[in-house]
């Protein structure tokens, strides 16, 4: 049924979360700025994921939301907001320091490549990504790899599926399944490209959204009896 299998690789195939909070960390005291405490890697966790909703809807820029969020994080524990562009460009790189990946990820995509077309569909910085790909050994799993800031346009918008589908040969939508764990960006992208997804939910998160999913696993290692 499927050829094309197209991958959200954060918080889908790598653990964001685990690398989230390893750079946070490791930079807090780089910058002389102490402990980061779980309570506040839990408020920056939700300022991030404010922020990227709010590209996703063509509110901010790529910049502005990644200085952005710092920012308001700082400012809430009193640090020093003129930090925010200097801590981001350091925690880009740093992201790629400490990867973990998702349970049962790896041994799909290993499984599978050579019976699907695998394609990594992300709306991570190049700087990170790139560099998450290269020493998690993904780039050497996945046939391409679109990232949103080359793309030029972020999931889910119409025009970034446009370009995966030309760039990877994609004529026949029905032929092309999107595996991801957000809501907005991976499954409201795979609605409005017109192909069928798969919700990574492994927390159970109720869709209060009510946006249209093919199908919904907790656990990629489902993915294999879902695919024959």
Request: aromatic share 12%.
């Amino acid at each position: 049924m499927y050829k094309y299998l197209l991958w959200d690789i954060d918080g889908t195939v790598l653990d964001f979360l685990a690398s989230e909070q390893y750079a946070i960390r490791v930079l807090f005291q780089k910058y002389g700025l102490g402990t980061c405490s779980d309570e506040m890697l839990r408020t920056y966790s939700k300022i991030n994921v404010k922020y990227w909703e709010a590209l996703e809807r063509n509110e901010l820029t790529k910049q502005e939301i990644l200085v952005g969020r710092f920012r308001e994080f700082f400012a809430m524990f009193g640090i020093n907001p003129a930090l925010a562009e200097p801590f981001n460009s350091e925690y880009q790189a740093a992201l790629g320091d400490h990867l973990v990946f998702v349970d049962h990820a790896e041994e799909m995509l290993r499984a599978e490549k050579g019976n699907y077309t695998l394609i990594a569909v992300t709306n991570g910085t190049k700087a990170a990504q790139a560099k998450k790909l290269r020493r998690s050994g993904l780039d050497q799993i996945f046939d391409a790899v679109f990232i949103s800031e080359d793309v030029g346009y972020e999931k889910p918008n119409a025009a970034y599926f446009e370009h995966v589908f030309r760039k990877a040969g994609i004529v026949d939508k029905t032929q092309a399944l999107l595996i991801g764990d957000s809501l907005t960006s991976d499954m409201r992208g795979g609605e409005i490209a017109g192909i069928d997804t798969c919700w990574y939910n492994p927390k159970h998160r109720i869709n209060t959204l009510n946006i249209p999913v093919t199908y919904e696993i907790d656990d990629l290692g489902k993915l294999a009896e879902l695919l024959r």
